[in-house]
């Protein structure tokens, strides 16, 4: 037997046997793109956040991508050019490329370097008159001050789109997000988020109207509803196309999928938390920044696990992931900050001066394995790497 371990990945998904049995279920069917089953995924995911208490309101709506509930939630939101959206730089560029489909044009913040989030007073002082729009990120699965992000947006009549891509279950006092006073929600299922559906996304909103825009733009501009009054006399073949709309919808393939990961993830969370705690006990003596933690009582979803290399640690970063890398350990670097990206730094004149938080954590900053799937050998090995190389 050879010594050699073999390569622990950054991320792997875990499918167990229900996933599978429901995609060939699914198969068999005859029914693949969305049909019951992404109906289904859709109850299931609003009774999961709502706790399966009464919220009539909040609507989910399945979509191919968190990137295509973003684009929906703020179309509906009628965004459009001449308009801004603030978000932060410290993000996947998807946060801000729907801003851009519209037409609108994104404005960039600094984060907090204590939560990684995007800096609520760096919010404020980016508004123009032409803002329209907030789209906080709940970086790595930690959420974001919503309390004061929704303050001043209703001081200054702005609406709120969260990119939750990260964040799933993640409470803010205690309420999980996708249930506060935001005008949209939006959720990721792709490969290596804390649920997949290989690719996925959830809208979830309570607003009637951005629902009901959403729904229609999903697939093509088609509408029914109009008929709905006379559902009897529509002939299921009639329908009318009332704006241009996009090929956003889930299929039944994928939500048969999600159906049981969203069943397995209070499970996964559970061992996400541990997998994290476990790195905070053996990293806590290190050169190392550890995440912020949750307020207590609060749910971090462990999405990432971001370390940052202190000041007196003597390996850079990118040689800490090399070294990594020839332990058999996979690591990535979340986010190469938006301002550093040609498109944005080029089209926005954006320097790393005007970023000071975001540069300097995204320069001394690693995310390590974490995910259901890993052992506690798999965890003990990175442990043992990061332990050998920060005190190198
Ligand atoms: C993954 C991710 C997205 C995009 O999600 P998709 O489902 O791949 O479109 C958006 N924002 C952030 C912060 C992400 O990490």
């Known amino acids: 037997m050879s010594t050699e371990q073999a390569f622990l990945p950054f991320a792997l998904p875990e499918i167990g046997e229900e996933e599978i049995a429901e995609v060939v279920n ?18 299931a995911f609003a009774a999961f956040l709502t706790q399966n208490a009464e919220d009539s309101q909040l609507e989910c709506i399945a979509v191919n991508s968190a990137t295509a509930g973003l684009h929906l939630a703020l179309e509906a939101l009628g965004i459009g050019p001449g308009d801004e959206v603030i978000t932060t730089t410290h993000t996947f560029t998807a946060t801000a490329e729907v801003v851009r489909y519209l037409g609108a044009d994104v404005v960039l913040v600094d984060i907090d370097p204590a939560t990684l989030n995007i800096d609520v007073a760096a919010i404020e002082a980016a508004i123009t008159p032409r803002t329209k729009a907030i789209v906080p990120v709940h970086y790595a699965g930690l959420a974001v001050d919503m309390l004061a992000v929704l303050d001043i947006a ?13 964040a799933l279950p993640t409470t803010l006092e205690k309420e999980l997000i996708g249930t506060l006073g935001s005008d949209a929600t939006v959720f990721s299922f792709y490969a290596n988020k804390t649920m997949t559906t290989g690719e996925g996304g959830m809208l979830v909103t309570r607003h009637a109207e951005l629902a009901k825009r959403a729904k229609v733009m999903r697939l093509h501009g088609m509408n029914r509803d109009a008929f709905d009054r006379f559902t009897a006399k529509v002939p299921s073949w009639y329908y009318e196309i009332v704006a241009p709309g996009f090929k956003y919808n889930l299929t039944d393939i994928a939500a048969a999928l999600g159906l049981h990961q969203l069943k397995r993830l209070p499970a996964f969370q559970l061992r996400r938390e541990q997998i994290a705690a476990a790195y905070d006990a053996a990293f806590a003596d290190l050169p190392l920044i550890l995440p912020p933690q949750a307020p207590e009582g609060d749910t971090h979803s462990w999405h990432l696990y971001v370390l940052r290399l202190a000041d007196d640690c003597a390996v850079e970063r990118d040689v800490f992931i090399e070294r990594m890398y020839a332990k058999g350990i996979g690591c990535s670097v979340h986010y190469i900050p938006l301002h550093l990206h040609p498109y944005w730094r080029d089209r926005y004149g954006l320097t790393p001066e005007q970023f000071p938080h975001s540069q300097k954590a995204y320069e001394r900053m690693l995310s390590i394995p974490l995910y259901t799937a890993m052992t506690d050998a798999d965890v003990q090995r990175v442990i043992a790497a990061v332990r050998e190389i920060a005190l190198s």
């Open 26 to 43: 699914t198969l068999k069917s005859g029914w693949v793109t969305t049909g019951p089953k992404a109906k289904q995924f859709e109850a």
């Open 154 to 166: 209703r001081k200054h009549g702005l609406r709120v789109v969260e990119d939750a891509a990260h």
